[in-house]
């Protein structure tokens, strides 16, 4: 598996650097919390979005080429959960990895566009999750929808990554 320096390294020149640390760091707090492997989880957030900058043209390409670049570095199980990110590229989540790496990503995107900073209320998140979700309803279904919810209060996730 690739290690987390090269992996900082693939991530350096990226529009998206920080929005993949910040999924890296909710999946190393989800990953305690069901069992998978921290190192495993964190480097599949780091690394998702690797190809957003490529596929800035046609988003149903997004992951896929992510996969295939990562091919090699990351154990299937990840590369799949990579493929299965982003709805558009039409492979649904399955495993709690896959599941968990949608969940951090819209996460993510919500504590960016909705603005939020540590520590982070239940009241701030709804209100952030509002505001995000008119343009980016994803966001509200995804975080709602969470398979896992019941056992993570993302508005304490938050407040840990932030």
């Known amino acids: 598996m690739i290690s987390k320096k090269d992996a900082l390294r693939l991530i350096e020149n990226s529009s998206r650097r920080d929005h993949m640390l910040l999924v890296g760091k909710i999946m190393a707090v989800l990953a305690g919390g069901l069992g998978g492997s921290r190192g495993l989880w964190e480097t599949v957030g780091v690394l998702h979005d690797i190809d957003y900058d490529q596929t800035a043209e046609d988003r149903s390409k997004h992951g896929v080429l992510a996969a295939n670049m990562l091919r090699g570095k990351l154990p299937e199980e990840a590369l799949y959960a990579v493929m299965s990110h982003d709805h558009r590229a039409g492979f649904k989540p ?16 919500l504590a960016e566009e909705g603005g939020l900073e540590k520590p982070v209320t239940d009241a701030e998140l ?22 896992y919810r019941d056992m993570f209060n993302a508005a304490v996730i938050l407040s840990i990554v932030l």
């Open 94 to 109: 399955f495993s709690n990895l896959d599941h968990s790496l949608v969940f951090a990503d819209a996460l993510a995107v």
């Open 126 to 147: 709804e209100a952030a999750l509002t505001k995000v979700s008119a343009e980016k309803p994803w966001i509200r279904e995804t975080v709602d929808g969470y398979p």
